[in-house]
């Protein structure tokens, strides 16, 4: 049962990819744009605060329960929209504005610091990308999956909304294990990549 469910969400998350990868091409030309119009004094991106991000110690539980108020908050207000035909234009929305910003994220840290700003981008963005996509994914196409449902106004049961909920919490609590994992691994990397920068 579980494996036909996860079958039956794979097409979704193909369709995740290409949002994702479609706005991060936008990123990539916004940045570009706004490049040329930049101010001669500072920047979008800066070696120097990654620098003092790179020394700064950061207090886990802090940081941990920081991201998980965020994303939960942002979690709640998406499985509301699933029960609505609003949730199909907020996934693909969301999903091509995390695009977006990645995209925007390593063009300015290349544009900025070459191969090493764009490898400080990548300290801070891969950790969330391994640990807390799958969670991310799943979540969303279950949203989208019950959005696409009401918007096709099928007849929803009881047991039809229980089973969106249990999805939701599911693959909320995947992605908030990946918040955790996220939270202890992404700071460290973050601090070797930038010390290694700063000594070159």
Known sequence: MAKQRLARLLPYWRAFFLFLLLGFGLGIVFANLSWRYREEEGGLFSLALLKGMGEQQPDLWNYFRYLVRQRAGIGLVYGGLGMTVLGVPAVTAGLLWLGFLGGALCTMGILQAGLQGFGAVLGGVVPQLIFGLPGLFLFLAVVYQMSERNMKRER??????????????LG?????????????????????????????
């Open 156 to 169: 929803l049961n009881g047991r039809d909304y229980v089973s969106y909920l249990l999805g939701c919490i």
């Open 172 to 200: 909320l609590l995947i992605f908030l294990l990946g918040t955790g994992v996220e939270s202890l691994v992404g700071p460290k990397i973050l601090q070797i990549i930038v010390e290694n920068i700063t000594k070159n």
